[in-house]
Nanobody, 120 residues
Framework: QVQLVESGGGLVQAGGSLRLSCAASGSIVRINSMGWYRQAPGKQRELVAFITSGGSTNYGDSVKGRFTASRDSAKNTMYLQMNSLKPEDTAVYSC??????????????WGQGTQVTVSS
């Protein structure tokens, strides 16, 4: 019903920047909320950024001031601009979407994840 495709991950040196994209497609009537999460080896998944249905954006404490999430409603795409990257930012980053589909039910979707590696 809803598919998410992430792109933009890769290898970058500490202090550098990356821009991740998450494109949503399928039987979407309305996207209520979108978010970015990450999981490093041996650690639990943590919140990176979350855009609520009201339009406000929440960030995890570890990325505040460095990461910026945005949304292009016309393209059903969310972005994550990551600046001043640190080695501890190394993780698999996953996109999350809660949407109302053409079957008029809320549907939660996760992307496959994209690897971000920050070298020292």
């Amino acid at each position: 019903q809803v598919q998410l495709v992430e792109s933009g991950g890769g290898l970058v040196q500490a202090g550098g920047s990356l821009r991740l994209s998450c494109a949503a497609s399928g039987s979407i009537v309305r996207i209520n909320s979108m978010g970015w999460y990450r999981q490093a080896p041996g650690k639990q998944r943590e919140l990176v950024a979350f855009i609520t249905s009201g339009g406000s954006t929440n960030y995890g404490d570890s990325v505040k001031g460095r990461f910026t999430a945005s949304r292009d409603s016309a393209k059903n795409t969310m972005y994550l601009q990551m600046n001043s990257l640190k080695p501890e930012d190394t993780a698999v980053y996953s996109c999350y979407v809660r949407a109302i589909t053409t079957r008029w039910a809320e549907y939660d979707s996760w992307g496959q994840g994209t690897q971000v590696t920050v070298s020292s």
